[in-house]
């Protein structure tokens, strides 16, 4: 049965927490006056316009318009509801909601913490056989073989699946758990035609995967010997999307947030290698290009990034797409180079630590640089045509630079290699600068151009600065109660006065984060927490006051005033002189009462 949580311990948990440090593990803020600024996680941008104010505990991004307090916080980016979000944070607050359950999870959240429960399961199951009994024996000695310390395999709780065909079945059944809800979670295999299951995984090393929540959401299977495949991982499954994970990220965000970078593997084992090596901001893909999304997710959280795939052709391709794709996402690029075509971890394993810290990481290469040896690849720069290929390709890249003393830097680089004269490049290059301007204007002129934001009518703008006010001074809240009540001209301005006098004449001093919990609405929660950030000119005059709340109140009178000018225009023409006398009078009575407001403030 599930329990509500009391309001005063809501309170308190917000009142305990510090939205700022909250926010900090999944963004990464710069302080900018009274705020801290970073790139919002609910949108995609290249410059910071999400904001959060310690002083009011609460964060609203000017791009996307999303805003609200820790909870919401939480709420949206772990898409999980208010209870869930309260227990997540009740710890810091030092009280227990352990005994807590939400009362109307859906059917969907239900099957999630399901298959997340029996991933964690499964996880510490495979652990146990690897470390503890006699049947992980040969799969223990592989690993320590291979350079595995024990400590590393604790760290990474590294485990393994027995070769029989249903040890996982009879384990997750004993446990309670539904099978077919197994074969959705991509544990268990259903055999075909039958109303049987049988493990996915048999006389593997179990690698488990987890969310940047640091939940186990997924395995990956490591052949003992040269079975195949090498890798088995777990198929997509509604808590395991491969372009939306990045491997290790929850144990690397805060590393690579203090040191603003992050260091970008094609596979866990080059990862584990890594941490090994005493790199512990390091993430990797699941087996697929880096996807914008992950991309973004990375420049949120780091403002550069060092690309380290494997040396072969392959992987020289990849991590070209992947810088591409960073460099969109506003990310600083380098790229280190493997020789020999090793992967990191093979190079790790037969070189060292420190050598591939100080002979592959320190030596990474420039975005540009490792474009103009990508370019080289498969030429025979001895022979002349493919040696002039080559420059006029070089001297193209270098022309998309927008740092002219970058582009410089290479085609003195480029001329000292081929002896070729300053002025020859130069030249080259503004011309395929000037083509690459016009293609740009090209495609600028195909596109639609959106059209600017409509300027706000004066009315608005006042309802606005008055909630602005209102929202840091309840004497100011009580004054336009009294003066205009609810009659504001927006709908959901009209709402939030509605929740403010509300929340005022309940005893509670100003406070936008506590406000927030009151109000249920998404929408009106986004307007709450922008005006909010509205800077304003908290010692406003009586005047300035009465000027907002005038044109709050004289704006349905304007539009009445207009109403009546046209049935004035239509009376003349139809010559109905009594008719338009009349509306006369009345537009004569309205434009005097524009003067003076339906009640004063301060008299």
């Known amino acids: 049965m599930g329990q509500r949580i009391p309001e005063e311990t809501v309170e308190h948990i917000r009142r305990s927490v510090d939205i700022v440090d909250i926010i900090q593990q999944y963004v990464s803020l710069k302080k900018q006056g009274r705020n801290y600024f970073g790139l919002c996680p609910f949108h995609g941008e290249k410059t910071p316009s999400f904001s959060v104010s310690p002083e009011k505990q609460i964060y609203h991004c000017f791009g996307c318009g999303a805003g609200g307090n820790v909870f919401s916080f939480l709420m949206d980016i772990e898409g999980i509801t208010f209870i869930e979000a309260v227990k997540r944070l009740a710890p810091r607050a030092n009280v227990d909601l352990s005994h807590v359950v939400d009362e109307h999870p859906t059917a969907e959240r239900k099957e999630t913490a399901t298959m997340i429960a029996a991933h964690e399961l499964l996880k510490k199951f495979y652990h146990h056989l690897l470390m503890h009994t006699n049947e992980g024996e040969e799969a223990l000695n592989y690993l320590l073989q291979r350079g595995f310390t024990r400590e590393l395999i604790e760290q990474f709780e590294i485990g393994y699946a027995l070769p029989s065909w249903n040890a996982a079945v009879t384990f997750l059944a004993n446990k309670g758990f539904s ?7 991509g544990l268990i295999v259903k055999k075909s035609g039958e109303d049987s299951y049988f493990d996915r995984f048999r006389h593997r090393i179990m690698f488990p995967i987890h969310n940047h929540q640091g939940e186990t959401v997924a395995f990956s299977g490591r052949a003992l010997g040269n079975e195949e495949p090498k890798y088995m991982n777990s198929p997509e499954t509604p808590i395991f999307n491969k372009r939306h994970i990045l491997y290790h990220f929850h144990e690397a965000r805060l590393p690579m947030r203090q040191k603003q970078q992050v260091i970008l593997f094609e596979g866990f084992a080059d990862v584990i290698a890594a941490v090994q090596a005493g790199i512990s901001h390091a993430v990797a ?26 040396g072969d052709r392959a992987g020289i391709d990849a991590a070209l797409r992947a810088s591409e794709t960073l460099v969109e996402a506003g990310c600083y690029v380098k790229v280190a180079m493997i020789p020999d075509g090793l992967d990191p971890d093979e190079y790790v394993r037969r070189y060292g630590a420190d050598r591939f810290r100080h002979h592959v990481l320190d030596a990474s290469l420039s975005l540009t640089a490792f474009k103009l040896e990508y370019l080289k690849r ?5 022979n002349e045509s493919e040696r002039l290929r080559y420059i006029e390709e070089a001297v193209k890249e270098i022309s998309r630079l927008s740092n002219a003393i970058e582009a410089d830097y290479y085609l003195r680089q480029l001329a000292n290699e081929f002896s070729i004269s300053m002025d020859a490049l130069r030249e080259q290059m503004m011309i395929y600068g000037k083509k690459q301007v016009e293609q740009k204007q090209e495609r600028r002129e195909t596109v639609v151009v959106p059209v600017k934001a409509k300027l706000l009518p004066a009315f608005q703008k006042a309802e606005r600065m008055l909630i602005a006010h209102m929202l840091r001074d309840k004497a100011i809240a009580f004054a336009v109660q009294e003066a205009i009540e609810g009659a504001f001209n927006v709908e959901e301005h009209r709402a939030i006065a509605a929740y403010l006098y509300a929340f005022y004449e309940e005893g509670h001093e100003p406070d936008v984060s506590s406000l927030l919990e009151r109000i249920h609405d998404p929408q009106l929660k986004r307007i709450v927490t922008e005006l909010s950030m509205i800077p304003i000119n908290e010692d406003i005059s009586s005047a300035e006051l009465r000027d907002y709340i005038q044109c709050v109140l004289n704006y349905p009178k304007e539009q009445l005033l207009k109403q009546k000018e046209a049935q004035l225009r239509d009376a003349e023409r139809q010559k109905d002189y009594e ?25």
């Open 579 to 603: 008719r338009a006398k009349r509306i006369a009078s009345e537009m004569i009575a309205l434009r005097k009462s524009l003067h003076f407001g339906r009640r004063g403030i301060n008299g």
């Open 285 to 310: 893909t699941m087996g697929t290009a880096l996807s914008e999304e992950q991309a973004r997710m990375l420049r949120r959280n780091a403002s550069s990034v060092i690309v380290c795939y494997d």
């Open 378 to 382: 498969g030429r025979h720069l001895q």
């Open 179 to 185: 099978l077919p809800l197994m074969e959705q979670a």
